[in-house]
């Protein structure tokens, strides 16, 4: 049977990703995977994008915003195009996607069946159930509209789909997973994200399996009258859906305090200024971004190396590279980039055997972790002004143009 990890309430959110940051969570992206699957094999990776938490944080860590639906469309979209040069490297394969490109999964699953040898059809009747059962069978008021296939070269899988409201401007992300898969219609879902909208109508839920076959009986033999009864017998007796951890996705945009946890933070940062020295001398001595960038590195460290329970709070994930829409700041290009030349340099070496570089963003981690219980720091406010206040220099852009323009401060 499958892991059902939680719950999660997403806002919908309106927009585009724009091209200069669609092109760098492609990069980042793909090179946290290939980082994953380097320490813990491409399983794991699996595992991770079935576990709500982790996704909204992954996609935080990538610039998206962090609280909103469109972290789900944005990382499948990142992944895909990301993923592609190394899919026969990694034997990782991403199909789907939002609209049109859904409806394409089972034709993309055919090919990729032809030329790497894995056996397509069972995995097109997985697609097309698991959207049925998402669909019919959880009937929670949102239609859906994108589902994302990820699939490995030994025929594993996770599917990440996604539903909204539009009447209530929210959304509901639904994730399954291969792994101890017993039955596609009882209790199947490793999660479900998305805003509890009371009693629904769950018969994919393993305490139905009776009530499944119980109601062909009752329309046979005993028509509406017995249905009423057995119905009210139910509601009397069955103890409620016991509570699933959730995580909820606030409503405003802007990151606050509450949203994250400070001690986290703190060891972070404190963690940056003592390893860096010892692990990242040459990146030190880049003017502008060298301990900044340290910062960005031991936060996506986490999403790489870090347990289920530090993903409670994907707003301090955001923290790391900023969001497109400057939430909590605009995201600061030159730490970006930066990042993204040390973790690929990491990768590359430790593709040759030389694995020193991956084992220092893992120390990094691990200070972090070591450090949060003592160390002390300044609040988010303050964070966030010194942020803001850096952001021309670092090259700070957001979907509303430059941060130096806005400013007055860019050269010509």
Same mark, same amino acid.
């Given at each position: ?24 969570? +492609?990069?980042?992206? *793909?090179? @946290? %995977? ?12 699996l595992?991770r ?17 962090w609280?909103?639906?469109?972290? %789900? ?10 993923l592609?040069?190394l899919?026969?490297?990694?034997? @990782?394969h ?13 034709? #993309? ?17 997985t697609s ?22 990820f &699939?490995?070269d !030994?025929?594993?899988?996770? &599917? ?8 209530k ?26 805003p509890?909208?009371?009693? @629904?109508?769950?018969?994919t ?5 009776? +009530? ?29 859906? *016991? ?18 946890f ?6 972070t940062?404190a ?7 010892? !692990? ?5 001595? %880049? ?13 996506v460290?986490e999403?790489v ?8 709070d ?22 970006? !980039? #930066?990042? @993204?030349r040390?973790?690929?340099?990491? &990768? ?26 003592? *160390? ?32 007055? %401060?860019?050269?010509?």
């Open positions: 049977m499958a892991r059902r990890t939680g719950s999660a309430d997403l806002p919908l959110h309106g927009g585009r990703v724009p091209a200069w940051l669609g092109m760098r969570m +492609s990069s980042l992206g *793909a090179i @946290i %995977t290939q980082g994953i699957v380097h320490h813990y094999g491409r399983d794991e990776f595992r994008l079935s576990h709500p938490f982790w996704f909204q944080s992954f996609g935080a860590v990538m610039g998206m915003d609280h909103s639906s469109g972290i %789900t469309t944005s990382v499948i979209g990142a992944l895909k195009r990301g592609k040069p899919e026969r490297e990694l034997g @990782i991403v199909c789907g996607g939002r609209g049109q490109h859904s409806r394409k999964t089972p034709d #993309e699953l055919r090919l990729l069946g032809e030329r790497f040898g894995f056996d397509a059809p069972p995995l097109v009747r097309r159930l698991v959207a049925k059962v998402d669909s019919a069978a959880v009937q929670d008021g949102f239609d859906l509209y994108l589902h994302g296939f &699939v490995t !030994d025929g594993k899988w996770t &599917v990440v789909q996604q539903g909204m409201n539009g009447d401007r929210q959304a509901r992300r639904y994730h399954w997973h291969s792994e101890q898969l017993e039955s596609f219609v009882d209790e199947p879902h490793s999660a479900i994200d998305g509890a909208q009371g009693e @629904i109508v769950n018969l839920d393993h305490r139905a399996a009776r +009530s499944r076959a119980a109601q062909l009986e009752l329309l046979d033999e005993m028509g509406p009258d017995r249905i009423v009864h057995e119905l009210a017998a139910i509601e009397r007796n069955e103890p409620a859906q *016991a509570l699933l951890p959730h995580l909820v996705m606030p409503a405003h945009h802007d990151v606050r305090p509450s949203d994250v400070s001690r986290r933070l703190h060891g940062l963690a940056a200024a003592e390893r860096g020295p010892v !692990d990242f001398p040459e990146l030190l001595l %880049t003017p502008g971004v060298g301990l900044r960038t340290v910062r960005s590195l031991a936060m460290a999403v190396h870090g347990a289920p329970y530090r993903f409670s994907p707003a301090r994930f955001s923290l790391a590279h900023g969001g497109k829409d400057r939430h909590p700041y605009p995201v600061p290009i030159k730490v970006y !980039d #930066e990042t @993204i040390v973790l690929k340099s990491a &990768v590359q070496n430790a593709k040759l055997g030389r694995d020193e570089e991956m084992q220092a963003l893992k120390r990094l981690d691990d200070q972090s972790r070591r450090l949060e219980r003592s *160390a002390q720091g300044p609040s988010l406010d303050a964070f966030f002004a010194g942020e803001r206040a850096a952001s021309p220099q670092l090259d700070g852009r957001s979907v509303f143009g430059w941060e130096a323009e806005l400013k007055g %401060t860019r050269s010509k």
